[in-house]
């Protein structure tokens, strides 16, 4: 009969680490509809951690793929990208552009040893304040279940090989979805876009 080793519990420093891991998260929001949102959840106290860092642009199309890899090579331990819902971008069909880049980047992340969980996709309209503090409450809580991602700090690594022009393409690119409109604006949206 063999003995088996005890095995030894972690250095408390290790495991106070552990518990007090608070990840960094950086959501970008479109102006005209998940910032307001998030506005409105602020004006109505309804209350999502403060791991969440908002960065403005003015549509969930504007996000360029570099951005959410130099938020990770920054220290980000994940991304939140938020828009109008489907059918709602003030810009036509933008939010469908980002949301095949999101599949591309998911892609690309986990050809890096990144788990796809780190960046996240959430669709909020200016009402939504609480969905909104909702799903940043739960995008916490997975990451928090992850971890630190560890990228090292200010170091692109691997971004240099990636060649994320072919991979675009190759996911559809600007393929598809309905002409745009005359200047660029969802009619629907248009005298609020002009504000
Ligand atoms: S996603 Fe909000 S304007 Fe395009």
Redesign the pocket.
């Known amino acids: 009969m063999t003995s088996q080793a005890p095995v030894a519990p972690a250095p408390p420093e290790v495991a106070a680490q552990a518990t007090a891991f608070e990840p960094v998260i950086i959501g970008f929001t ?1 102006n ?2 998940s910032y307001r949102a998030a506005d409105l959840a602020g004006t109505a106290r309804t209350k999502y951690p403060p791991n969440v860092r908002l960065i403005r642009l003015m ?3 504007r996000l360029d793929p570099t951005f959410v890899l130099k938020a990770f090579s920054d220290g980000a331990d994940a991304v939140m990208v938020s ?2 819902h489907p059918g709602e ?3 036509i069909e ?2 469908y552009k ?1 949301l095949r880049r999101f599949q591309l980047l998911r892609r690309t992340l986990e050809s890096l040893g990144i788990e796809a969980q780190r960046l996240q996709l959430v669709w909020a309209s200016a009402a939504e304040g609480v969905r909104l503090a909702g799903e940043i409450t739960r995008v916490t809580e997975e990451v928090r279940a992850l971890g630190p991602l560890n990228w090292p700090t200010g170091d692109m690594v691997g971004i240099d090989d990636l060649d994320l022009d072919a991979a675009w393409q190759a996911t559809g690119g600007d393929a598809g979805g309905p002409p745009p409109a005359p200047g660029g604006v969802n009619p629907d949206h248009a005298a609020e876009t002009a504000q």
């Open positions: 479109c005209w509809c549509c969930s199309g828009g109008c971008c003030h810009y933008q939010n980002a």
